[in-house]
């Protein structure tokens, strides 16, 4: 399946595996690389010696094209800059922050720059700096969300923008990918589908609570905080803060101090009660655990069998 992104990195499906923060690392990487798309290690929380080793590890794995997850709010972004320069991933997704000055310095080492973008105002500005590819992903996904939907997202910048735009958000089969090349995209970024994949470290229980979960148990947190919400499962936990954010009585340093954690928590620890299972909204399609060449080959075969349906109503 070519489209300009496969392409641009090289590789064989328009699927990239996205980065979850204490999730996403070589070995899960290494796997979706090598069944046809590409992983992303994800730096969230990590220093320079990790991330050296993890990129290293992972070229152990594979010798397929795969990137790292550049979070722009990160204290230590400059260090972890200098190692993504220095090792070379095939590509860079870079967010929470203003990516223009990074990309530059990383095609100059060799590395697509692929920044992901909430609006239609900045993936013009990501456009013009010469972004390599752009990510835009909708509210329905898991983890820290912004305030389009996916949907609304293609709609408002697919016709607007010539570079790769790869569409993410609630996209967990084939039938997701489909949707969104028949809207003009080139690819899509999947977390949540390869949260169940045999490859991925994430504690067992949060694999579980996923299978059990069904769509009405999805949850926003943190909406009254300036920086968009957190989608993730509802819990004992959800429940206690989203009390305390809306009682009008918590201060902003209480409420951070009580999220404080809690992803590292359910997917580390596996405490899905008092932790957040960190997860987008089409629960009901995450059912089983898989390995990743199952979770690839079975989302292209239901997106070419979706695009040959659609053709009945040329």
């Not at 070519?2 to 070589?26: C, D, R």
């Not at 609630?170 to 690819?187: F, K, P, T």
């Not at 989203?242 to 409420?255: D, N, Q, R, V, Y």
């Not at 995450?286 to 239901?302: D, G, R």
Request: charged fraction near 20%; charge should be negative.
């Amino acid at each position: 399946m070519k489209t300009t992104f496969t392409e641009l990195l090289n590789i064989q499906y328009p699927i990239i595996q996205g980065a979850m923060a204490w999730v996403s690392e070589h070995k899960l990487v290494a796997a979706v690389a090598n069944a046809g798309a590409t992983g992303v290690i994800a730096l969230g929380g990590r220093d320079a010696e990790w991330t050296r080793q993890e990129i290293r590890d992972t070229r152990e794995l594979t010798d397929k094209p795969f990137g790292v997850n550049l979070m722009l709010m990160a204290p230590n972004k400059d260090e972890l800059l200098e190692v993504i320069l220095e090792e070379k991933p095939a590509f860079v997704t870079l967010g929470a922050g203003n990516p223009v000055p990074f990309i530059k310095p990383l095609q100059d080492a060799g590395i697509k720059a692929i920044p992901v973008v909430p609006s239609l105002k900045l993936a013009k500005r990501i456009a013009d700096a010469g972004a390599d590819a752009m990510i835009i992903e909708g509210q329905e996904a898991g983890g820290h969300i912004g305030t389009q939907t996916t949907m609304a997202l293609m709609e408002n910048i697919l016709p607007e923008i010539n570079i790769p735009i790869i569409v993410a958000g609630s996209i967990v089969d084939g039938r997701g990918l489909a949707a969104a090349l028949l809207m003009g995209a080139q690819g899509v970024q999947m977390g949540s589908r390869f949260l169940l994949a045999e490859e991925c470290q994430v504690h067992p229980n949060m694999k579980q609570a996923i299978i059990n979960a069904t769509d009405t148990d999805s949850v926003v947190t943190g909406l009254t905080s300036g920086h968009g919400g957190v989608r993730g499962l509802k819990s004992d936990f959800t429940t206690r803060y989203i009390a305390a954010e809306f009682s009008g009585t918590a201060t902003k340093e209480e409420l951070t101090n009580m999220s404080k954690g809690t992803n590292k928590l359910a997917a580390v620890d596996g405490d899905v009660v008092n932790g957040v299972v960190q997860v987008g909204q089409g629960l009901n399609r995450l059912t089983k655990v898989e390995s990743a060449q199952e979770i690839v080959t079975s989302v292209i075969s239901e997106a070419q069998e979706a695009i040959k349906n659609v053709q009945r109503f040329l």
